[in-house]
């Protein structure tokens, strides 16, 4: 139960785009479509953004977008909003019944 | 509303014992799967647990197998996560969510700290 593999950190301006990428294995992201994607502000509880790799819950803003390649995730944020300045997870089912989140990247709005 | 709300934290000794809860509210509790999952002081999130709608099937993650038990009361819309043999690297915020995943519905948490 090795955890996915994100960027520490990414930042962008106002109006930008950034990309947060989720590196897994092929027992995990490569082999399912069920990665999920968390957005957290400091002291409050995680948000679910993206599941599904790509679907987007209701209420949550189509600046938001997820993707997969390979072994490979992406979360991309479009039109950066200082509200979106948060620490952002991905999360992947991992075989074995096992569930497996990736170490977090925060976001910077500049 | 749909909610969940953790109870059960507080300070405990190396080697102790807690019982963390969570009541659902705002859905139908017995239609979904229920995890847990926890978030070490200034770390990210780490999967716990998860238990079927029906109690039938479990996972725990492999550093709490053996020592942690998930259970759920569907009468009572309650959710609960029996941790014995504490250690310090237990220490966390623990959320109950709602999915296997997706994890679409958070509580708020409840801090659990481990330390003599």
């Known amino acids: 139960q090795s955890a996915l593999t994100q960027p520490a950190s990414v930042s962008g301006s106002p109006g930008q785009s950034i990309t947060i990428s989720c590196t897994g294995t092929s027992s995990d992201v490569g082999s399912y479509n069920l990665v999920s994607w968390y957005q957290q502000h400091p002291g409050k509880a995680p948000k679910l953004m993206i599941y599904?790799?790509?679907k987007r819950p209701s209420g949550v803003s189509n600046r938001f977008s997820g993707s997969k390649s390979g072994n490979t995730a992406s979360l991309t944020i479009s039109g950066l909003q200082a509200e979106d300045e948060a620490d952002y997870y991905c999360?992947?089912?991992?075989?074995?019944?096992?569930?497996?989140f990736g170490g977090g990247t925060k976001l910077t709005v500049l | 509303q749909v909610q969940l709300v953790e109870s059960g934290g507080g300070l405990v000794k190396p080697g102790g014992s807690l019982r963390l809860s969570c009541a659902a509210s705002g859905f139908t509790f017995s239609d979904y799967y229920m995890s847990w999952i926890r978030q070490a002081p200034g770390k990210g999130l780490e999967w716990v647990s998860y238990i079927s709608s029906s109690s039938s099937y479990t996972n725990y993650a492999d550093s709490v197998k053996g020592r942690f038990t998930i259970s759920r009361d569907n009468a009572k819309n309650s959710l609960y996560l029996q941790m014995n043999s504490l250690r310090a690297e237990d220490t966390a915020v623990y959320y109950c969510?709602?999915?296997?995943?997706?994890?679409?519905?958070w509580g708020q948490g409840t801090m659990v700290t481990v330390s003599s």
């Open positions: 969510a709602r999915g296997l995943p997706p994890f679409d519905i």
């Open positions: 599904e790799g790509s």
């Open positions: 999360c992947s089912y991992a075989g074995s019944s096992s569930v497996v």
